[in-house]
């Protein structure tokens, strides 16, 4: 796992980051990976955790918000996972976020992230292990009908 999260890390920008950010959560088999990239598409923060709910996205707001970028974001983009907004809203309150920051919960603003997904997958993917595209099958349903 530790070689993954190493290989996630290769595009990961310390240093000026953009202002407008972009976060979702992607299921892998071991749980839930949450990604934020900045608007041109490099990786701010990232942070595996086994579920996705209310708490997970808080401690990642907070994780991203220390990471070393060097700037606040004026937006946040997310899926329209429910989890989002009481997680935001906490984080304001709490000051981890800055009162001027909104969260904008649209389908297609995370584009940026779901088109990244097809790179990670293959990354995650342990070299060497069968996947079920490559093992023979020896029977098959077609219909009704078993074929072997």
Known sequence: ???????????????????SYCIDAMYVKVGTLYRALDKDGNTIEFMLRSKRDIIAAKCFLKKMMWADHRRLP???????????????????????????????????????VEQDHRFIRRRWRE????????????RHWKGSRLYT
Do not use: W
Not at 1 to 19: C, E, F, I, K, Y
Not at 88 to 98: V, Y
């Open 1 to 19: 796992m530790r070689d993954a999260a190493g290989s996630l890390m290769t595009n990961a920008v310390p240093l000026m980051a953009g202002t």
């Open 74 to 112: 004026f937006s946040i983009s997310v899926d329209k996972h429910a989890s989002y907004p009481d997680a935001f809203s906490c984080s304001q309150r709490e000051k981890i976020i800055p009162f001027d920051c909104r969260l904008r919960r649209t389908k297609y603003l995370t584009n940026i």
């Open 127 to 138: 070299p060497g292990s069968a996947s079920a595209h490559s093992t023979p099958r020896s």
